[in-house]
């Protein structure tokens, strides 16, 4: 409970007292957008990065060498945690923002630290909306700036780590309409670090592995119709090969 307490203080102290500092970025981002993502991320990142030591988790990357460092990317990773977030933030070389469900948007404060780190809100229910954020990520990739998403749409429960949900397909289209590189992301131990023993939070080693990248372009007709399958059967491999190395 006390990794709890920590972490909840710590995330709510900085989403309030913060308000300064926060109304300081959005000012700078009226004169300098650039220096206003530069500052704004290196702050997150520090933030989660303080917030990982606290709950107690460790990380291990596998694969850093696959990131495209001349070009954004699509980023497609399994998601089981909140934590998902937070490691990816601060393992991704570069400019990334995630793709978020959009009851996100309405928390304040927090809405505007994930504009600034260039988040992406998603309506699930409502095609027309999620069609702008698609459209949204993929003006993000011609602009240099990489997306994170979780095609499953949610996090996922199952007890087998690589019984994953059906990969929703559009979710590919940022990568597919923008030419960008797609970087499959297999994700293990975040769920053990909160969500398997809710509302504790309890230390975890986290193993995240980046593979490599792939241009759905160059795909097979098959498997370009069907990306998101094809992502996910590649990161079902992925997850295999961590259990292994953890075995």
Known sequence: MIRLILV????????????PLLAA?????KKDPHARDVESLKIVQYMFSLILKLAGITVTVKGAENIPRDRAVLFVGNHRSYFDILVGYTTVPGFVG???????????????WMKNVNCLFLD?????????????????????????????????????????????????KIAEKSGCPVVPVAMVGTAEAFESHFPFIRPSHVTVYYGEPFYIKELEPDQRKHAG?????KIVKMLGEIQNENA
Do not use: C
Not at 8 to 19: D, E
Not at 131 to 152: A, C, R, Y
């Open 229 to 233: 399958a094809y992502t996910r059967e």
């Open 25 to 29: 970025q959005n000012s700078l981002g």
């Open 8 to 19: 909840a203080v710590t995330l709510i102290g900085f989403l309030t007292l913060g308000y």
């Open 98 to 112: 995630f793709v978020a469900k959009k009851e996100m948007e309405k928390i304040p404060l927090l809405r505007s």
């Open 124 to 172: 699930r229910k409502d095609i027309k909306a999620g069609l702008k954020t698609i459209l949204e990520g993929i003006e993000k990739v011609k602009n240099g700036i990489s997306v994170w998403i979780f095609p499953e749409g949610t996090r996922n429960r199952n007890k087998d780590l690589k019984e994953l949900l059906v990969f929703k397909e559009g979710s590919l």
